[in-house]
């Protein structure tokens, strides 16, 4: 289990590293194009965007397991050590049930994409859409992890450490 954990790190990782080098890439060809030619290319700003949108869906899961995303825990933080834990165990259940639903229409909106090409690019819409899947079906299944280990943690020693 922990080896499939550390490819799903290293795939997420590869994903924004190579997300972000696009979109670097996309972005320095149109600022040169502007200058350079008489007009930019109009699909750099197309593929920009794509980029950056993939960007955020693979580093989305990877942000639930460093505790990157932004927390209002004014009121969680007044809470025991050990209540503060069933807190946190219920709002990473919440989360994956709300982004699995999410993932699910997902699916949805990546067929409805099938049918309709990017105006630049001329690229199948549904490999765009596809990024609310992965985003979404990530965060939850990180989600999901983060809440098992605070549940076990709390079930071996009666509390977890924020």
């Not at 030619?37 to 950056?52: G, N, Q, V, Y």
């Not at 990546?110 to 992965?134: E, N």
Request: aromatic fraction near 12%.
């Amino acid at each position: 289990m922990k080896q499939l954990k550390l490819f799903m790190d290293r795939v997420l990782e590869t994903g924004t590293l190579l997300s972000l080098l696009g979109m670097l890439s996309v972005v320095t060809i149109q600022v040169v194009a502007r200058y350079a030619l008489p007009k930019a290319p109009p699909w750099t700003e197309e593929a920009s965007r794509i980029f950056f949108v993939y960007m955020v869906a693979f580093a989305g899961g990877l942000a639930v397991k460093a505790g990157a995303f932004v927390a209002v825990d004014t009121f969680v933080t007044m809470l025991p050590n050990k209540l503060q834990t069933v807190m946190s165990i219920c709002i990473h259940f919440v989360t994956t049930l709300f982004m699995w639903l999410i993932a699910w229409h997902a699916l949805t909106y990546i067929k409805i994409g099938s049918i309709q090409l990017s105006p630049a690019l001329r690229v199948r819409m549904s490999y765009v859409f596809a990024s609310t899947f992965v985003v979404s079906f990530f965060i939850g299944l990180y989600s999901a992890i983060e809440g098992g280990n605070n549940f076990l943690s709390l079930k071996k020693r009666g509390r977890v450490t924020p």
